[in-house]
């Protein structure tokens, strides 16, 4: 040993010359496949499109299988389900399963079966890709793998640990787990001053594994081997280490040395929108962190309810999914869930309960978002403004399956016209309610106006309301008398969004006395604006007017007003050029002496 510390290039080389002869001991032998017996055993794998290959690993003993997958390069443009390497439970594919590795792992993953049969299957797309993997199994029994020191928690602001038997060589067939805790607010620096494990380009055979969490579903930092001295760090207060070791070539292993590094408290930066069908909560993982949790450990009211990003960890989620409690209460509707973080396992003891609890309150013309966190007896609030998505389309008959797409809408007058508002909302338990419509040349409404209805109440004598269906208001009527001495006339409509369970709501009645409109109730108030509309005469004249290509129909008529006032001015003009002339010509007439004569022909 005193040799190999003196000459550190003697030392690479026999750590490669090592690394290589461990791995031409089972070179070539894997196939794709196959019933696998031996007490322990290293799979080099290599596989390519569209293949499916099954191994069983199982031994009359009376012992456990571990099996580390050290190294694996999967189709990376794959997804899940269509590539993956499934573990199973037992002598076969029918076993309960232990879990599944993608090509997205962010881990190394081990696994251990409850008896001595364990299977997995590898599955490949149909990419054109060479996927290799590096596999190590072996059986153990409750005394083989009680190596001493070999794990354990680690408290406080700092602290060291070392390999088993360190600085001796470390045991074979070792999987060591240190969890790694600090006080809250603070991150972890590890330090290695010194790792001396067998060498290879991915650390396939003996390597330590630093992840930035609480267990090794956290993300992986590095998978190291070799000899080398390095730091690292964590984003939050707990960080996993992880030595796994095979059957050969055995080394000092390692000594570390971890402290606490003071951060300042995090703010819980969250946000919460609420759509007109959707609620959407993001939420920074570095609180997250501070508290020990990661996506993995979020779920909604209902469990299956998962983020649907990692970073930010972010839900989005309609009205009608993942356990959202709808509530009724004055002109209110509001919908309430809650973010449980619960951590997974038994590893974490001493992490605070939170709850995040988000509510969407459908208030008049707005949304009141709320959102509160609790951790103990931690509170946090936030609040924005939002509001239900309405839209207003004409449609050419009373079918409404075809809106009119062009705009502006050129009408005859006291053509009949149909409208329907529409409400974008995944709560199928809402009405819509065409309350009040007015029509202005104005599109901010001003004077002078027109009533189509109010409050329910038609005050055009053509508006006729459609019964309440859903989502939808419809009505129609006919093109006004506006249309007549204004070139564009809009449409807008305040609507009304009732419980459709309330049998006395507003949106079950029509037109009603004003002192009992306003006792009845509705739970949310919004308007829809739709136009212009516009004579089709106006529409023809424009289209007379020679110009080769009409796209602004406003500019084409304001052109043509231009044209006719600039005529209108040159005719001016002449005739005061003739009248001044005509003047002239009378004032010499009336000289003495001067007079046009005919001049003498020479």
């Known amino acids: 040993m005193p040799a190999f510390q003196q000459y550190p290039l003697l030392v690479l080389f026999f750590g490669w010359t090592l690394a290589e002869n461990n791995l031409a001991e089972f070179q070539g032998r894997t196939e794709c496949g196959g019933i696998l017996s031996e007490s322990y055993r290293a799979l080099p794998i290599e596989v390519n499109a569209n293949e499916t290959c099954t191994w069983y690993i199982e031994k009359d003993v009376d012992q456990n299988i571990r099996l580390v997958f050290s190294y694996f390069q999967l189709n990376p443009l794959s997804t899940c389900d269509r590539e993956n390497i499934v573990i199973y439970d037992g002598p076969s594919t029918n076993s309960s399963i232990l879990g599944q590795v993608c090509s997205n792992h962010e881990s190394v993953p081990a696994f251990e079966s409850s008896s001595n049969a364990l299977t997995f299957r590898l599955s490949t797309d149909s990419t054109a890709f060479k996927r290799t993997l590096f596999a190590l199994y072996y059986f153990i029994s409750p005394e083989s793998a009680s190596i001493e020191n070999c794990g354990g928690r680690l408290h406080g602001p700092e602290g060291s640990f070392t390999s088993p038997n360190y600085p001796r060589s470390h045991p074979p067939f070792a999987y060591c787990v240190w969890h790694i805790q600090t006080e809250a607010n603070t991150r972890i620096n590890l330090t290695f001053s010194d790792i001396f494990l067998e060498m290879d380009a991915h650390c396939r055979f003996d390597f330590v594994a630093i992840y930035d969490g609480a267990t090794t579903n956290s993300g992986l930092i590095k998978q190291v081997c070799g000899i080398m001295k390095p730091t690292f760090e964590s984003s939050s207060n707990f960080m996993t280490v992880v030595l796994s070791t095979d059957y050969a070539n055995s080394y000092r292993g390692f000594s570390a040395h971890y402290t606490s590094i003071s951060i300042p408290t995090p703010q819980p930066n969250t946000s919460l929108t609420c759509s007109s069908d959707m609620i959407t909560v993001i939420l920074s993982k570095s609180y997250l962190d501070s508290l020990g949790y ?286 001044v002339g005509l003047a002239a010509k009378h004032f010499i007439s009336q000289q003495q002496g001067y007079r046009y004569q005919k001049l003498q022909s020479y």
């Not at 209460?329 to 973010?339: E, G």
């Not at 705009?407 to 199928?428: E, F, R």
């Not at 007379?544 to 005529?567: C, F, H």
Request: charged share 20%; with cysteine; aromatic share 10%.
């Open 294 to 579: 990661n996506e993995n450990d979020l779920s909604l009211n209902d469990p299956a309810c998962r983020p649907n990003t990692s970073n930010p960890v972010m839900f989005s989620f309609p009205f009608n999914s993942c356990g959202t409690i709808k509530e009724s209460q004055n002109h209110k509707i509001s919908y309430t869930n809650t973010i449980t973080a619960s951590p997974a396992g038994d590893v974490i003891t001493r992490q605070k309960h939170v709850e995040i609890i988000v509510k969407c309150i459908m208030e008049n013309n707005s949304t009141v978002e709320v959102m509160y966190m609790t951790e103990k007896d931690f509170a946090h609030n936030t609040s924005a403004l939002g509001r239900y998505n309405l839209s207003m389309s004409f449609y050419k008959s009373d079918s409404f399956s075809s809106p009119i797409l062009s705009s502006p809408y050129y009408v005859d007058l006291n053509q009949t016209l149909y409208a329907q508002v529409s409400l974008h909302s995944s709560d199928a338990d809402l009405l819509v309610f065409v309350d009040t419509c007015i029509a202005s040349p104005n599109s901010d409404f001003g004077s002078p106006n027109y009533d189509l209805v109010r409050s329910g109440c038609a005050k055009d004598n053509t508006y006729v309301a459609y019964p309440v269906l859903e989502h939808y208001g419809r009505f129609r009527f006919s093109s006004f008398r506006f249309l007549r001495s204004h070139p564009s006339v809009y449409i807008r409509c305040e609507v009304l969004i009732c419980d459709s369970k309330d049998p006395t709501s507003r949106c079950t009645k029509n037109c009603i006395s004003r002192h009992k409109r306003e006792i009845s109730s509705y739970k949310w108030k919004g308007e829809a604006v739709v136009g212009p509309l516009r004579l089709k005469r106006d529409h023809s004249s424009v289209d007379r007017s020679g110009s080769a290509v009409q796209v602004y129909p406003e500019k084409s008529q304001d052109g043509w007003a231009n044209g006719q006032y600039i005529l209108t001015s040159l005719v001016l003009v002449t005739n005061a050029v003739l009248l």
